[in-house]
């Protein structure tokens, strides 16, 4: 008679949780015993600073200053109003995206993952804890209000999931028009119509061959001139209807450090693809000089570029031609980052099997249509997690401007602490205001870029 | 078509040529009308302003001798960045593993936190929030933490600097150091000894007590036979109390630089550690475990060996944005070459010079790096038998 093991016990409790993750062994024990004092110490110094010692009134009292920096109080309206578009362009985002999933789900015959808004909530839990504590340093009710309504906004945008299959191209273009839209509000058209001028003519070339989809047209001399007339109409509305606006020379605080990491990271995309099509070319020129630029700009630090920016940059125009120092910047961050995005673009190219090429040339297709519509979509898709992370590094970047003396975020404290009830005082609460700030984006981000990287399936 | 794609690159080329041309050209146009050089002529002309915390250097000596201070400087802050984070970084990866929920979990929020805000928001906060307006009293009531026993001081804390004990001269300090070569290169000699008697015979190698006994002991004779050639200084305040004198003295800024880069690149650090480790094959762990080694045998000998070979290019790579990240000292008072540069532009020096041998000096670094990386790669490759 052999006597029966008991069943081992379940661990599955308070109690055995406690033991199988605090005390599994003895070192394991040991370690535990030492880390827990430290971190409740840590947990009680934190909560000191947080909830008693912490002169939080320099945030209060400057919250719009972090917010938006010097822009014209009397304009206000319009940073308004473009978060209200960008709102918008949130909601239709996402729609679209997530009925664009159901729909790939749908014809691969998976079961479609519907995601309850909840979901979004416990996805962007940092930027919710974010928006909630800026509400709380808030001092009236409207920018409740205004919360509320830009919720309700994005809501609204949601919508777009019921566009039909067909077109649901249609939301990126709605997602695109309104983030111009929000940034038009803004700068207005004094100035900057080139800036517009040159999307409108990207997007309408983008929606050129989507509509070949929907009604195939004739000609490429036809749809040239279609492109060529949209860009012509829309870049006459705006040089007709000038709306004097706030430029980005004179914008700063958060409002800046975003548009600048938008900025240079949009603007550098063409750039970067450009340059990443030189450097697998089998032209030997292109090939050089593409490399040459890559290695030269990533050998150096984004401060040098900047510094070319602001003492040389401006020497290098016809005599005469002036850009501020914003423009400069941004132009700066475009050259840096364009080959930080070439680098990508390369890996998500050559992470391409050669066999689609072969299947493309088989079927008959010319090298260029080879690379439009078979190589450069798959492979701009497998690097759209890399994208999203490079863009957070430009985003960090932006707080570089600070050494400039550009008060974007970073560099608004500046301005905090000249006045005189701040002047060398609570320079750590708003350090630790600005870190959070830089975090809750930056995690969100890099949470997101992981979330899409299991779903598209893709990693370099 | 051949004569296209031939036609294509020299079109490529002309276009990139014109473009260069046109902006140079506007460049020489412009500093001519406003009277700005563009030669280099300045290197030999006076620096003219003083470095802070360089009592020593002279602002008569001439500008390249500056240069050469910011390099000093940067190699310095980097030098004990990459070992700050090296440290930290493989310490906080092991940990996000760790069985332990409170280790690992503290590890999470180490890496996440760090990886995930600006570097130099980091850095201001060391300079501004810790030093300049932190709860460090200055250096004329600076915290003298004493050496047990004894009525020397061990450190000296203040928001300007930190004294610590350091050695100095009593007069063969020189030879001393030779003698210091010697032994680490007898050292290494008798490594690769009791590595080849382990080889060849089997028999234990003791290793770490044999080259540290070398070592140790060859020194003490030096020390003896050179007669005393170096003493500590303990750090003390001057009579005025107003600078340190003896011990080594640590500017706030550097420790602002160094500190931060090391705390926010050993996030970076921490990941490649974790992710390589995650890269060794279970059963290697597995056939350890099989063979009775103890946890730490299994780090020792079977994970950590293959781990590093997967993590040493990335960890290569994160030294160098580490070096390249010193540049950011430019928003502090730490006198690194960036820094350098802008206060010397901003005394008259002519700008395109100036950055050109900036970027230079960046690229050198890179390039450097880049060597060891290729050398590194060569060396990791596995050799198929």
Do not use: C
């Amino acid at each position: 008679m052999t006597a029966v093991a008991a069943p081992p016990r379940s661990t599955n409790t308070a109690l055995g949780w406690v033991k199988t993750r605090l005390f599994p062994n003895a070192t394991s024990g040991i370690v535990t015993v030492l880390l827990f004092p430290l971190i409740v110490y840590l947990a009680y110094r934190v909560f000191l600073f947080v909830v008693v010692n912490g002169r939080w009134e320099v945030v209060r009292r400057n919250l719009t200053l972090f917010m938006q920096g010097t822009f014209p109080r009397d304009q206000q309206w319009r940073i308004l109003v473009q978060i209200l578009f960008l709102a918008f362009a949130a909601g239709v985002g996402t729609a679209t995206a997530s009925a664009a999933a159901a729909d790939r789900a749908r014809e691969a015959g998976i079961p479609v993952d519907r995601q309850r808004p909840i979901e979004i909530l416990r996805r962007f839990w940092p930027v919710v804890l974010l928006v909630l504590i800026l509400l709380y340093f808030a001092n009236t009710v409207n920018p409740w209000l205004f919360v509320l309504g830009a919720l309700a906004v994005s809501l609204l945008g949601t919508t777009a999931r019921f566009l039909p299959t067909r077109l649901r191209h249609l939301g990126w273009l709605l997602v695109a028009l309104s983030i111009i839209a929000g940034f038009q509000v803004v700068s207005g058209t004094t100035g900057r119509s080139w800036l517009a001028a040159a999307v409108v003519v990207s997007i309408g070339i983008w929606l050129s061959v989507r509509l070949e989809r929907l009604a195939p047209l004739p000609r490429l001399a036809f749809k040239t001139a279609l492109v060529a007339l949209a860009a012509a109409v829309v870049f006459g509305i705006y040089t007709f209807v000038t709306v004097p606006g706030v430029g980005w020379d004179r914008w700063s605080g958060l409002h800046l450090t975003l548009w600048v990491s938008a900025l240079a990271i949009i603007l550098s995309f063409p750039l970067g693809l450009l340059l990443a099509l030189a450097r697998r070319s089998t032209l030997p020129a292109l090939r050089v000089l593409a490399t040459g630029y890559i290695e030269l700009i990533r050998g150096v630090p984004l401060i040098t570029l900047l510094f070319m920016g602001q003492f040389i940059l401006g020497f290098m125009l016809p005599a005469g031609a002036t850009l501020s120092s914003i423009s400069r910047a941004i132009a700066a961050m475009t050259l840096f980052t364009a080959a930080y995005v070439a680098e990508i673009v390369r890996g998500g190219l050559q992470a391409l099997p050669y066999g689609q090429t072969e299947a493309a040339q088989a079927v008959g297709l010319s090298p260029g249509k080879t690379m439009r519509l078979i190589i450069l979509p798959q492979a701009l898709r497998a690097v759209i997690p890399a994208m999203v992370g490079q863009f957070i590094s430009i985003f960090k970047d932006s707080s570089l401007l600070f050494i400039l003396a550009i008060n974007e975020f970073l560099g608004v404290r500046s301005l905090v602490h000249a006045q005189t009830d701040f002047r060398g005082i609570a320079h750590a609460e708003t350090l630790v205001f600005v870190a959070l700030v830089y975090w809750a984006f930056a995690y969100s981000m890099s949470r997101e870029s992981q979330r899409l990287e299991r779903r598209l399936r893709v990693g370099l | 078509m051949r004569v296209l794609r031939v036609v294509g690159q020299i079109v490529a080329i002309v276009v990139v040529f014109l473009l260069l041309r046109w902006l140079f050209g506007n460049l020489v146009d412009n500093s001519r009308r406003v009277g700005l050089s563009l030669d280099f002529g300045f290197l030999n002309r006076p620096t003219q302003f003083q470095i802070p915390n360089h009592a020593e250097f002279d602002p008569r000596s001439p500008v390249y001798r500056m240069v050469l201070v910011g390099i000093k400087n940067t190699l310095l802050a980097s030098v004990f960045g990459i070992a700050l984070a090296g440290v930290l970084g493989l310490i906080i990866g092991i940990s996000r593993l760790s069985q332990n929920w409170l280790t690992s979990r503290l590890a999470s929020a180490y890496v996440e936190f760090f990886r995930n805000i600006p570097p130099l928001v980091i850095i201001v906060f060391f300079a501004f929030a810790v030093f300049l307006h932190g709860p460090l009293p200055n250096l004329r009531e600076g915290i003298e933490v004493g050496f047990p026993g004894t009525s020397h001081n061990l450190f000296i804390f203040s928001l300007e600097q930190w004294g610590v004990p350091s050695v100095a001269d009593a007069g063969n300090l020189a030879y001393f150091a030779i003698a210091m070569l010697v032994g680490l290169v007898v050292a290494a000699l008798v490594w690769r000894w009791r590595t080849r008697i382990h080889d060849q015979t089997g028999a234990p190698h003791h290793r770490v007590v044999w080259t540290f006994g070398v070592l140790v002991a060859l020194l003490a004779v030096a020390y003896v036979l050179l007669g005393e050639p170096f003493r500590i200084t303990w750090p003390t305040l001057s009579e005025n109390r107003r600078r340190l004198i003896d011990g080594f003295a640590i500017n706030a800024g550097f420790i602002s630089v160094a500190g931060a880069l090391g705390l926010y690149t050993a996030s970076h650090v921490a990941e490649i550690v974790r992710g390589s480790i995650l890269a060794v094959s279970r059963g290697q762990s597995e056939a350890a475990n099989a063979l009775a080694l103890t946890s730490f045998q299994t780090y020792r000998f079977v994970i950590l060996p293959q781990a590093l070979r997967i993590a040493l290019p990335p960890l290569i790579n994160q030294s160098l944005n580490l070096v390249k990240n010193t540049s950011l000292a430019a928003a502090v008072a730490y006198a690194e070459i960036t820094n350098l540069t802008q206060a010397s532009i901003g005394n008259g020096r002519p700008a395109v010079p100036s950055i050109v041998i900036l970027m230079a000096v960046y690229l050198f670094f890179s390039l450097i790096i880049s060597l060891i990386l290729n050398v590194v790669n060569r060396r990791l490759q596995l050799v198929a038998r």
